[in-house]
Nanobody
């Protein structure tokens, strides 16, 4: 079975940086898009950043210029470099991917379990 596992979350002071990683594992044929979503307490889950297989990116307006999404196709891994962090960035960050598993041969959306990011002084 396909699994997405996030890592790199934690507690950081305002203005600090964190780098999140998400590794996809299992019987994967190909990965289309990979991205990051976040959900703060009492808020809807929102798109943070998205990256296609060829490297095209999209960012939420709230993180443009501060966050950078990247991917390593050989490692089936997506990263989110977060700089100039603000308290309002505090949320659970979820990895997401549209991919084709070798067993299904169909494009499907997969989610990681989430990693907590807390920005506080």
């Amino acid at each position: 079975q396909v699994q997405l596992v996030e890592s790199g979350g934690g507690l950081v002071q305002p203005g600090g940086s964190l780098r999140l990683s998400c590794a996809a594992s299992g019987s994967i044929f190909s990965i289309n898009t990979m991205g990051w979503y976040r959900q703060a307490p009492g808020k809807q889950r929102e798109l943070v950043a998205l990256i296609t297989r060829d490297g095209s990116t999209n960012y939420a307006d709230s993180v443009k210029g501060r966050f950078t999404i990247s991917r390593d196709n050989a490692k089936n891994t997506v990263y989110l470099q977060m700089n100039s962090l603000r308290p309002e960035d505090t949320a659970v960050y979820y990895c997401n991917s549209d991919l084709i598993a070798t067993t299904t041969k169909s494009l499907r959306d997969y989610w990681g379990q989430g990693t907590q990011v807390t920005v506080s002084s």
